[in-house]
């Protein structure tokens, strides 16, 4: 009985967040005290799932359910507290919890990104984060791919963008990165219009806001502004440029280059105008205040 005590006690301790991360749900939104999930146990758009990161506790505010790491696994895995301490011992190998979601700095840098596997956005974790950014899964689709990559001795998956150089931007709700080569992303659909974002999220989010601009204009992810200086002259072949660069110092610099480099250009930026990007934007602003900045700020 004693062995099984210190079993159970370690087990308590197992990280929730961490727990949860290995099977696949992060959360959406985390403050110092808490983390909040979409219910892992049925579909839902508005979190009801609280972690407290202090007591490292559960609670289910739909069923009023909680409890400690083990209740959590026994819940999810419907298993005795005899096989769910077995699955966080990591005994088992299709349930180990000691595995970290995402890579080290230090892993990265000595390890290249390998790509193992390319599939559309199917997993839940995934399409919970796009959720958590306000991005439906049909308008991520339209874009991005689910990548499952390797780094070192682990393996990992997230959200893909791919580049012109054929190398992949990677998202998930832990991590950011990229594989070799790093370029941009140009989507063209032979269009004398061009929409420029620094990032995937911010493209997505206006396609979310716009969805026929996928066919109206050619789309640019510069995935880094330090890409806006080599792609000035390819800009400028556009007969209409529309930039929805960050309002930081330094996508506010790359716009101020580009509409002085590419005449036919235009600083959309006032959409979002009080926010870093578009998608903090989206995400942080209520529906009818969306709407409503949207008819004030053409999208021509």
Not at 205 to 221: F, R
């Amino acid at each position: 009985m004693k062995e099984k005590r210190m079993d159970c006690e370690k087990a308590r301790n197992i990280d929730i967040v961490s727990t949860l991360a290995n099977l696949g749900h992060f959360p959406v939104r985390k403050t110092e005290k808490e983390a909040w999930f979409l219910s892992p146990f049925r579909s839902e758009t508005q979190a009801s799932f609280k972690v407290s990161l202090k007591k490292n506790y559960w609670i289910d505010f739909g069923t009023f359910e909680g409890g400690s790491t083990i209740d959590l696994v026994m819940k999810m895995e419907n298993c005795s507290v005899r096989e769910a301490l077995e699955r966080l011992s990591g005994n088992m190998d299709h349930f180990s919890f000691h595995r970290r979601p995402n890579p080290t700095k230090t892993e990265h840098r000595s390890n290249p990104i390998e790509t193992i596997q390319e599939e559309e956005i199917e997993h839940r974790a995934l399409q919970n984060y796009l959720s958590s950014r306000k991005i439906s899964i049909t308008t991520a689709r339209k874009l991005c791919k689910e990548i499952h990559y390797r780094i070192g001795e682990r393996t990992y998956f997230g959200i893909g963008l791919q580049n012109r150089s054929g190398g992949w931007e990677l998202r998930n709700s832990y991590w950011k990165g990229s594989t070799s080569p790093k370029d941009v992303s140009l989507i063209k659909n032979d269009s004398k219009n061009l929409t420029i974002t620094e990032g995937m999220f911010d493209m997505l989010t206006l396609l979310e806001l716009k969805p026929d601009i996928v066919n109206s204009h050619d789309l640019l992810v510069l995935n880094t502004t330090a890409f806006a200086k080599r792609m000035i002259k390819e800009v400028g072949e556009y007969e209409n440029v529309e930039l929805f660069l960050d309002r930081d110092k330094t996508g506010m610099g790359m716009t101020e280059l580009l509409l002085e480099k590419c005449p036919n250009s235009r600083d959309m930026s006032s959409l979002y105008e009080g926010f870093k990007d578009i998608n903090e934007w989206k995400v942080k602003s209520a529906k009818d205040e969306v709407r409503q900045r949207i008819q004030d700020v053409s999208l021509s």
